[in-house]
């Protein structure tokens, strides 16, 4: 089951981060040693259920363990200290409140070295499903496998525990025949199914793949090939029978083996599906058969489309689809199911349709997403598909598939891979996440869907006895009210399973805020709807320090209220008028770990608790290590490391310890850096290779904070010139000076039948001043089309950019960012990575006019470099340009400079890009009449000396051009009328003052004429 789409180190929090990575000592003298530490769970997976004593395995050598706990919402719940030998191995917990928890744990020797680690384990509220008969909530186990993908026997109790009704799984056909006309299945298989029963699950399996004892292929061609396939079909069901055991025939068939003789064709499929179809029902009349397992790519609906007309609907019992969308949030997916169930329809079928695989990995990847966002996506996936019909949902998939953070197939799972070392199937939050709505939903039918306010969802199911339980979130966070009978109770559970329970004030309301991770309402409700009553805002909270904030109560009602809010601990009481506002101070006690928190507050109202409100926040730590690859005035390679102080006091550098390959070093020592100051030093560094750096920092009294990166040479990279862009939809004509960056037929793959330039093709340029980068480009375009709005505009005409801090492949975190004119008339901006500030970008501004009689689209778009998260004075950044294409009928194709965003998502594709520090006009020349401008501009190539020198031809007739230097001639040949020409003669460490001459010829109206200009260019001195 290979996953194109998006892996991952594990980031639950940046507090964790902050603290297992950034927070331990430099490099131990040769004579000491780190003592060790390593988690062992002695309970499968920490899976614990409320009343059973939480503890946490490890081993040790040292000689005290110290540890902190946190729930979901970043809050410490517990910590301590014991020494080693007390605890024997076991560190016993007194949590009973349902969650997914962290504990960081600190083991310190006796001689004061320290090593740093954690696990994760989870507190879930006791629920039999031995009977349940609720298929819906599946997930792909790979026991079947024989790699460390395989999470084990041991643990199906722990699928189970969760609720998990059902397990995607094979049994692979070369497995089974090895020998021709023998089929026997594998004992592990065996054992597996028999633990799968055991434990109540139920059993999708997979007949899949190919067999070499028939064809060398994974995809059978050939009748003789199919009757093959359908014998082990056969025997597979004969082995898992039909009880409780579902069966889906192939694995995205119409995207693997498409080299191979059926070409993942849709024909081929059929020709299988009509074989097995029928020898699996005539031996097993009751079995149930799904199909295609479609994977929603390339040309999905047209294939499926062809399914339907081939008759391929009345051969199964269920369609099954798996609709990826990650790194986006799941509601993209709806589409994909609505289109699915109208191909249905116009084929006259309503059968069911599973989605038996949708997941998010998690990791360092740039299609991955954090952990907490893998829970919440996942958990939306699933009530969104339940929502709209869909009958069974399996998750992809149960274990992380390997440790790797970068790998985009490794951290996929609801549980940590066995070598994992925060420990062998520890819970992520998508485990705790799919057991609490497998509790709140069981054998609970659905009432509907219905959706709120700015995307916002109430997914309900019929709780009996006049209850009901509603699956309320938003994209866009804000306050909803529940209606219920004036004085019953309402049960709120969060995404992780804590139970709050509130009592409808007199007008029949409870109020709780919705943001993007559901949150459950059980009780008499007949409706939810957006409201104002309530606000809680928290100040940006700094590791170590208080946070404050304050809760706010709009009271609409022609009645007084007196209200207490419970917030951190503490409560505030207060009285709002009536038609009246009223605020109260809200305090949340130090927590010395940064990274994401939840802030929470539960509003009494006339003495019946009636709100629960959160919203969202980020510790920061107080101080941070960071470094930058920039390039000095000179093209010089440097490290720039900062220290940046967030707290309100200032802190003495005791000093910063650098190392890059055998280089190394101390910075900073005494430097005092104020409060919410930074102090920053450079490395100078010759990059000629790939390689790593390091750096600590130490500070007497803190613990140490480090930071490390990559570093890659820059090579020729392209010179932004500094210029601030009119924003009026005209080209500058100071851009007339600076060579362009030409697309034509650049596309990877080429735009579907491009007919060469006047198709489409264009000219780019990238400049900049202090305040944005500016992107111009003067585009071709024989036909424009531009339907989409705001995140989809990337599938008709328009612009994206991709860029990264530093030289390319050294930065992950990517900025993507897109305009265009839609037919609509309006000129939109998109952010769709990084995927938390994905929307419109804050400060982008763009102007786009449309020429239709020329055929060209003019683009001149601002991008702030606070939006990119990038200094300026760093001078060295990495890009991409895409031009999409549409002409009416569809994304035809792109054109680009530089990979890495159109195509697989790649930063180590962009281009190098060079800020140029000198903001003025090159010397230049013009030949008004004959229609010639030319110029030379020295400049600082990674350290290299460079005279570029260009000519524009604002003429009416293609000309030759000649260059002629101190440093040599180069001729250009036939530049047409509005294009230039350019060239960089390379000049060694330095470059004297010099002139250009530039020879400029043409024939025009049968006769030859000629011009010469001569440009004086400064020296400029790149050693140093």
């Known amino acids: 089951m290979i996953r194109r789409r998006s892996g991952a180190i594990s980031l639950l929090t940046a507090g964790l981060l902050l603290a297992a990575v950034l927070q331990i000592p430099t490099a131990l003298p040769a004579a000491a040693a780190a003592p060790t530490l390593t988690i062992v769970p002695s309970t499968v997976g920490n899976a614990f259920t409320v009343g059973q004593q939480v503890k946490l395995g490890f081993t040790t050598n040292a000689a005290t363990i110290g540890w902190t706990v946190r729930d979901s919402a970043g809050t410490e719940v517990a910590k301590g200290s014991a020494s080693a030998a007390s605890l024997n191995g076991q560190l016993p917990l007194s949590i009973s409140t349902p ?93 597996y199914k028999a633990a799968l029963d055991a434990n109540n699950v139920d059993f999708l399996n997979i007949l899949d793949y190919g067999n070499p004892l028939y064809y060398p292929d994974e995809a059978p061609s050939t009748d003789e090939q199919r009757q093959a396939f359908t014998r082990y079909a056969v025997a597979a069901v004969n082995e898992f029978g039909t009880a409780h055991t579902t069966y889906e025939l192939w694995n995205e068939w119409n995207w693997r083996d498409l080299d191979g003789p059926a070409g993942g064709t849709a024909d081929q499929y059929i020709a299988l599906l009509k074989t097995v179809s029928p020898a699996v029902r005539a031996a097993h009349p009751d079995v149930k058969l799904t199909g295609p397992s479609l994977a929603v790519i390339s040309d999905w609906q047209a294939w499926f489309t062809r399914f339907a007309d081939l008759g391929g609907l009345d051969y199964v019992d269920a369609v099954t689809i798996h609709p990826y969308v990650q790194p986006n949030d799941p509601e993209a997916s709806v589409a994909y199911v609505n289109t699915i169930r109208s191909i249905m329809a116009a084929h006259g079928s309503t059968k069911p349709i599973y989605i038996s695989e949708q997941g998010w990995a998690t990791g360092t990847n740039p299609m991955a997403v954090s952990e907490p966002v893998q829970a919440r996506d996942l958990v939306r996936g699933e009530l969104l598909a339940f929502g709209n019909g869909v009958a069974r949902y399996s998750g992809y998939n149960f274990m992380d598939s390997g440790t790797d953070p970068a790998n985009v197939e490794h951290r996929f799972g609801l549980v940590r891979n066995t070598q994992d070392t925060r420990g062998a199937l520890a819970p992520k939050p998508s485990y705790v996440a799919t057991a609490v709505l497998a509790r709140q939903i069981d054998e609970l039918p659905l009432i509907g869907q219905t959706k709120f306010g700015t995307n916002g969802y109430d997914v309900a199911f019929n709780a009996g006895g006049g209850q009901s339980v509603h699956a309320v979130w938003s994209a866009t966070p804000g306050l909803v009210n529940a209606a219920a ?11 992780y399973g804590a139970v709050t329970t509130l009592t409808a004030d007199a007008g029949g309301h409870i109020w ?50 007196a209200f207490t809010v419970e917030a951190g601990g503490s409560q505030t009481s207060g009285n709002v008028p009536a038609a009246g506002t009223a605020s109260v101070p809200v305090t949340y006690p130090a927590q ?63 000093g910063l310890d650098w190392a890059s390959g055998s280089g190394s070093g101390t910075l900073l020592g005494g430097t005092t850096i104020a409060a919410h100051g930074t102090a920053s030093a450079d490395v100078p560094l010759t990059v000629t290779a790939a390689s790593d750096w390091a750096a600590s920092l130490r500070i007497a009294g803190v613990a140490f904070f480090k930071a490390s990166g990559q570093l890659r040479p820059v090579g020729t990279p392209t010179v932004a010139t500094e210029h601030t862009v009119t924003l009026d939809g005209v080209i500058d004509p100071e851009l007339s000076q600076v060579p362009p960056i030409s697309l034509a037929g650049t596309g990877t793959p080429p735009v579907t039948g491009w007919g060469g330039p006047s198709d489409l093709s264009g000219s780019l340029w990238l400049t900049h001043d202090s305040q944005n980068l500016y992107l111009s480009a003067r585009i071709i375009d024989d036909v424009f089309s531009q339907p989409n709005r705001n995140g989809n505009i990337w599938g008709g005409d328009g612009l994206q950019i991709g860029m990264t801090a530093g030289a390319p492949g050294e930065a992950t975190r990517t900025q993507e960012i897109g305009a265009a004119l839609t037919d609509a008339g309006t000129v939109d901006t998109w952010r769709w990575s990084p995927v938390e500030l994905a929307g419109t970008p804050p400060g982008v501004q763009a102007k786009v006019v449309r020429d239709a009689s020329a055929h060209t689209t003019t683009y001149e778009v601002a991008v702030p470099w606070s939006t990119l998260e990038f200094a300026s004075g760093d001078r060295l950044l990495s890009a991409t340009v895409v031009v999409n294409e549409n002409d009416g009928t569809g994304r035809r194709g792109w054109l680009t400079w530089g990979t890495g965003v159109a195509e ?61 230097t101190p440093l040599g001639e180069q001729k250009i040949s036939s530049v047409g009328a509005g294009e230039g020409a350019y060239y960089a003669f390379p000049a060694g460490g330095s470059l004297v003052a010099g002139s250009l001459t530039t020879a400029a010829y043409r024939w025009n109206n049968g006769s030859p004429q000629y011009t010469r200009l001569t440009v004086n260019y400064p020296a400029i001195n790149c050693a140093g």
């Open 99 to 191: 969650g997914w928890y962290q504990a960081d744990l600190t083991a310190t020797a006796s001689d004061g070295w320290v090593t740093n680690g954690g696990t994760d384990f989870s507190v879930l509220t006791p629920h039999d499903f031995s009977t349940s008969t609720d298929t819906r909530i599946g997930v792909a186990t790979g026991l079947g496998f024989s790699s460390g993908a395989n999470p084990g026997l041991g643990s199906v109790p722990l699928l189970a525990m969760s609720g998990i009704s059902t397990a995607r799984d094979e049994a692979f056909w070369a497995s089974a025949e090895t020998t021709p006309g023998v089929i026997q299945f594998q004992q592990k298989v065996k054992d």
């Open 485 to 495: 009978p004036a004085g019953s109770t309402v049960q709120v559970t969060n995404m």
């Open 512 to 561: 709780v805020s919705a943001g993007p991770e559901p949150v459950y309402l059980r009780g008499a409700i007949s409706g939810v709807a957006p409201s104002n009553r309530f606000a809680l805002s928290v100040s940006p909270e700094i590791a170590g320090d208080p946070v404050s904030g304050s809760l706010t109560f709009t009271n609409p009602d022609s009645t007084a209220h």
């Open 592 to 654: 010395n770990s940064a990274g994401a928190r939840t802030y929470s507050a539960r509003v009494t109202v006339d003495g019946a608790p009636a709100a629960l409100l959160t919203t969202s926040g980020t510790a920061t730590a107080p101080l941070t290590v960071t470094g930058s690859h920039v390039l000095s005035s000179s093209g010089q390679d440097l490290l720039r490391l900062r220290v940046t102080n967030a707290s309100s006091h200032s802190y003495t550098v005791a």
């Open 904 to 964: 697989a998502k790649n930063p180590a594709g962009f281009n190098a890009i060079r800020l140029d520090a000198t903001p003025a006009a090159p010397a230049g020349a013009t030949d008004a009449t004959f229609g010639i401008t030319t110029t030379a501009r020295p400049q600082c190539w990674s350290g290299a000396a460079v005279l570029p020198v260009y000519a524009y031809n604002a003429g009416s007739a293609p000309m030759d051009v000649r260059f002629t």
